[in-house]
């Protein structure tokens, strides 16, 4: 099975017709694709101006995509050598239990679904490599209120979502899965009670 490298040196070749190129791209979002696979796509598309079902696209356009997909796949890589680095040291220090940011890392690990939008129609509008700087620096400077990607405090917990985790809290101004370990106990109660307020209504 071609490795992530392998497929974008298939995007970049130009002996190889628009077709393939495509499609390697596309492959390449099985191996990074920090919102999931089909909103990894669509944030692609609509940043570069890249019809979804167009098996021909410009190859400048494919490119830029690609160039995007690379330097936030470059900025995770850097994010997960240091995290190996530190749980190393605190395992040399004797700390072996996991924490619970530990427990979500370990499901995200290779950056896929890092920063998952259930829907795949909505999604931060800036770079990738933008949104998962904001979220690493969440993570790195500890729990807060507000979403680390978009800084909305309109978080709502949904129980519904489709794929792991079935449950967690969605922000509601840029569309990512917001990862538990960056929200205080406070905020991930407020959520909870939105998504109780709105099952009331429902009622």
Known sequence: MAGFRSLAR?????????ALRRYSLRKCLERFAPYGHRATWDHLC?????????RAPDPVRLMAALDELEEARAVWLTYEREFAERRRREKHDGLRRPKSFDDWHRRTWGGNGVARCDDPAVHPSESLAEVLRRLISGLETGPGATCPVCADHDIVWRPDLAGEPWSGPVCMGCGIVVPLP????????RAKRVRLKDLASVA
Do not use: F, N, W
């Open 10 to 18: 298939q995007v970049r070749d130009p002996r190889c017709d628009l």
């Open 46 to 54: 609509a940043r570069h101006s890249i019809e979804h079902e167009d």
């Open 182 to 189: 960056v929200l205080t106990p406070d905020a991930l109660d």
